[in-house]
């Protein structure tokens, strides 16, 4: 850094402070506080240790704040420590301050981006992850700007962010990643002091800006105006634009038309739950990463049962690292014994599953009613949807073959005994993929998906109350 722009960094972050914290706060906390500013971190030099832990406990957010507005950057860090010489206390009054042990300095540390190179591409995000490294470059300004959409935890934030990291990496590029709730408490605060100069500026002379979790905005007018006009200010100046929400913009509730628009003018690429090749290649990777070593039958079993998201198959590795140190008893690799143990046990909810909330579920993938999956129909569609619920009313629930005939709608329990005979069969042999809807879907990984499906929905309903209410016997 050249040493000329020093005291300007240094003008930037005490006016910043000044006007964030107040006058008389600034005076008594930073007046006498001294900054040493790198390239990559500051060093901060208060005049007391009572001013230094100050700083540190109570203006720690605003000091960030306030650095990273002057530097242009996230990546900033500083360190707080009490000045060297003890001069600087002559011009203040005489306090007697207790004698303190000597402190660590602490680094606020800000966390690192994740990049491409950890991103999993399988068919669920191969469109969406094509398009993300696109928009890393500069030829990323023909789809710009890019939309990504999908359900919690598939990866949308884990793409921003290797966008950012990777376009970051050109000399004089101005990256910026925030979340629209952040966006949203900034807006405030330079309404509250007047200051939307320097606010716009911060947003308006980027080179490429990523939003993420954008239906925060939603119902919020004012904010969903201001977040227009730097869309539209960013784009004509040619910055590139990435987007991210659960939802796709179009289905997003009290959201400003004009915005909605804005956001579909560029690609717009959808995020899938992962699928099992891509879940299993997590595992993987995650087992490696924690040093635990898995079986491929283990590796199978994890993927059956983390089907929600990759956030839910981080959740399973990080308990089995921390019990696998206790499983590892004679063997160097955890087995699929060990995999159901730690599931069973950190499991913390039981939920009861019935039989309507099978059927339920089933009817919303396949898209009928239950009346037809309950009916006398013999088309070929319902006859395999009505032994999928047979299939999943078994292993789901404790009904037995004449309880789920009659929850099926059958006069005779041998036909739910055969259906889900069949589905057995099909899962233990290399079927051909299933068609649903307008996909291709594997036997296993159906099953997998419905039954992650079946206990979501039965835990959120409150399926455990309802499923006490249906009779145990049949009524003869």
Known sequence: MDKANIPTIEQQVRTSLNQNLGTRPYNMWFANTQFDCGDQEVQVLAATPLAANWIRDRFSNQLTQALQDAYGKDNIQFTVEVQDSPQQNATEKSVHVPAQPTQRPVIKRIRQLLGFDEFIVGQCNALACAAAKEMSSSAGMSISPLFIHGACGVGKTHLLQAICKQAAQVEGS????????????????????????????????????????VHFVASKKKTQEELLHTLDAAGLRGARLVLASDEDPRQIKQLNRALANRFVAGMIAEVNRPDRETRKQIISQLSLVKGIS???????????????????????????????????????????????????????????????????????????????????????????????????????????????????????????????????????????????????????????????????????????????????????
Request: glycine content about 6%; hydrophobic content about 35%.
């Open 294 to 476: 898995l079986t491929e039958g283990a590796i199978d079993h994890l993927a059956s049962q983390a089907v929600g998201s990759v956030r839910e198959i981080e959740g399973i590795m990080t308990r089995l690292k921390a019990v696998s140190g206790l499983l590892l008893k004679s063997s160097s690799q955890l087995g699929i014994d060990s995999i159901q143990q730690v599931v069973q046990t950190s499991s913390s909810v039981k939920t009861q599953v019935s039989m309507n909330d099978v059927i339920e579920v089933v009817c919303k993938r396949a898209g009928i009613s239950a009346q037809e999956i309950r009916g006398r129909s013999r088309a070929t569609t319902i006859v395999f949807w009505r032994s999928i619920s047979a299939y999943l009313g078994r292993s789901l629930t404790t009904m037995s073959y004449p309880e789920l005939a009659q929850a099926l709608g059958r006069k005779n329990h041998s036909t739910v005994h055969a259906a889900v005979k069949r589905i057995t069969e099909e899962l233990n042999s290399d079927s051909q993929p299933q068609k649903c809807g307008v996909e291709h879907v594997e036997m296993r990984e159906l099953i997998d998906q419905l039954t992650w499906a079946v206990r979501n929905y039965a835990q959120s309903t409150g399926s455990k109350s309802r499923a006490r209410k249906e009779p145990a016997r049949i009524t003869r």
């Open 174 to 213: 101005k990256v910026r990643y925030i979340t629209a709730e952040q966006f949203t408490n900034e807006f405030i605060a330079s309404s509250r002091c007047g200051d939307f100069a320097r606010f716009r500026n911060r947003y308006r002379t980027l080179d490429l800006l990523a939003i993420d979790d």
